[in-house]
């Protein structure tokens, strides 16, 4: 018998629950528009919008001009001039009617964001709850953050496709809580649905929020460059990343901008294999689409053998399928590792990077194979693609320096602990990296020689949330440091000449526990 999408994940099925549920948001056409000016409206001009699980239509991206996005941003800025004069207990009490309107729409969200960036159900769902119980945690500590603190201004948020309610939804919260405008981009390749849903519900609590759509180099000249834009926080690639940071740095304006970098798990001295295992298999979520990933593993020569023993079990025993598949009506959605990864295009890119990497003397020492039984039968897979692993990939590649995002992994074999904080720096610097070691005192050593800007001992570190800062060192980070208190003072201004902990042209400050 072949699998059934099931009947309430039925895209026609959400598509009029979602209108339903913000009508204010479509068009007589049933065509989404942008957010602008408080209302909903300028759909500009449609630009196809597919899901990568089976490759359907969902819709069209309302991608809107140069000029409508500077018309977008001059009436932001008016808002927040009346917004920074809203009462904090106000501000509260408007965000947490925000977030009681997202918990009663917890369950569209979570189905639309399967289908328009592929996570499996209960990481959909993850993304959605730790937005929610984010913003409460803030909305609690958010009095004694703002002491002696003002609003900053407009908050423009580029953010990427993976995280759209965890990272996005979350910061734009944070930020009008603390007081300012905020306007965000809708990302490209994926969340245009989902986040429409959630700037509607904070529309109506009487959020100063924006939510336009188009193409990035496009509108940079207003959400990036524009006098009217208090502060930037950016998520993304390092390219785009470098790209805006030179543009910044000769004006008077606050930044985060987060990018990537290879990070790392070094193994020395280590015999706790069962362990390592269940951390690996759980660093496989959503595909490795994520800046956190784990991508290179540096291995001591002589526990090689023992560590392909654990790790090639761990990811022969991946599932990777289709996440809205059921056998029948009322069967619960699938447990899967991940679904697809954005598109295509990454998946004949990442094959590009191995057969590069194959053609310069790089090994192969695992390629899964997709199992047919977790997909429709001749639906479109193009977007799925099973884990790979490399070993000793040259230095020439392109894949020995940069981020694959996706389940793509590298293993360099070393001799000395010195050569094994050289392969793990091999970036200029990234944001997490990890050490496995029996040797506690040898652990810590090591890690005071990376680069990275948090560091594990036997365990994986992630972007973490509440109180958790979260940065980069190097070219993996720009700007502010965020996360707790940070998150708040990066959109604040407190004593004159403060130095806010970040990573600065001039300057890199940081918070004594990372």
Known sequence: MSKIIAPECEWPRLMAQLRAAAPEAFNADGHVLNLIEGTWGWPGHGKHYSTAIDGSELGLMPMIDLETAKRAVRFAAREHETWSQVDLDERRRRVSEALAGLRQQRDLIAYLLMWEIGKPYQLACDDVDRCISGVEWYIEQIEWM?????????????ASWNYPYSVLMHA???????????????????????????????????LPVSLVSGSGGALSDALVRNADVACLAFVGGKTNGRDIAASLYDRNKRYMLEMEGV?????????????????????????????????RYVVQRRLFPKFLDMYLPVLKSLQIGNPVLVDRPGDPLPKLDFGPLINAKKVEELRVLYSEALGAGAICVYEGDLNPALFLPDQDISAYM????????????????????GPVDTIVIVD???????????SNGNLVSSIATDDPKLGQMIASELRAFKVGINKMRSRGDRDEV?????????????????????????????????????????????
């Open 172 to 206: 734009v919260l944070v930020q009008a809580l603390a007081g300012n405008a905020v306007i965000a981009k809708t990302p490209s390749d994926g969340g245009l649905f989902a986040l429409t849903l959630g700037f509607a519900i904070a529309r109506r609590a009487g």
């Open 470 to 514: 979260f940065g980069g060192m190097g070219a993996s980070w720009k700007g502010c440091f965020v996360g707790g208190k940070y998150l708040v003072d990066s959109v604040t201004v407190g004593a004159p000449g403060e130095r806010l902990y970040g990573n600065f042209p001039d300057y890199t400050l940081l918070p004594e526990q990372r």
């Open 386 to 405: 099973a884990p790979i692993a490399l070993l000793n990939v040259p230095r020439n590649c392109r894949l020995h320096h940069n981020e694959p995002f």
């Open 416 to 426: 000395s602990v010195d050569e094994l904080i050289s392969e793990m720096n091999i």
């Open 146 to 158: 703002m002491n002696g603190r003002r609003p900053l201004g407009l908050i423009s948020n580029i």
């Open 263 to 295: 990070n790392c798990y070094g193994i020395w001295d280590f015999s706790d294999w069962a362990n390592l295992a269940q951390q690996i298999k759980k660093g496989f979520a959503y595909g490795k689409q994520r800046c956190t990933a784990y991508i």
